[in-house]
């Protein structure tokens, strides 16, 4: 009888990793590429866009997509925010969660009815169906990183009462 050889299995990895060469192929497109970070909070090759298509419910706040809209694979995105002062985000509720990274400034965060103060690389994880708002009250812009699914529901515009 032979002893089948146990293999310690990583929480990082499935049971059944992909063969190199099916990895391979389905990465050929996908190129390594750098972001050179120009300065104020903006990266070449990187365009600053509206926060949202429109709407009256946000104020004061621009997004630039850093990874996922590059050609990369990857099954997250990374977005920079940056709010102005008297600045706000949509007051929303979805079923996918974020990170958001506090790098510039300061701000809060409504999360459900708790408010969370945010300052330099501070790190808060939203759940998925948790309402939320970004806020800057301060004098100086707010800027974060947020990291979410790559494949993500649409949020739900919810009343700020």
């Known amino acids: 009888m032979s002893k089948k050889k146990n293999n310690p299995l990583s929480c990082d990895w499935g049971k059944t990793e992909p063969s190199a060469q099916k990895v391979k192929r ?11 970070h120009k300065g104020t909070f903006t990266w070449q090759g990187i365009k600053q866009e509206k926060y949202k298509p429109g709407g009256r419910e946000w104020f004061n706040i621009v997004r630039q997509t850093l990874i996922g809209k590059h050609g990369e694979t990857t099954k997250f995105h990374v977005r920079y925010f940056e709010i102005e002062p008297d600045g706000y985000s ?25 408010i969370y103060d945010m300052n330099f690389m501070d790190t808060l994880y939203i759940a998925p169906y948790s309402p939320h708002q970004l806020r800057n009250p301060f004098d100086t812009p707010f800027g974060f990183l947020c990291i979410v699914n790559a494949k993500r529901d649409r949020p739900k515009i919810l009343d700020h009462k």
């Open 26 to 36: 389905a990465y050929t497109k996908n190129k390594s590429k750098l972001y050179k």
């Open 90 to 114: 949509s007051f929303e509720m979805h079923k996918h969660e974020h990170v958001v990274i506090c790098v510039r400034g300061k701000g809060n965060v409504l999360v459900g009815k708790k």
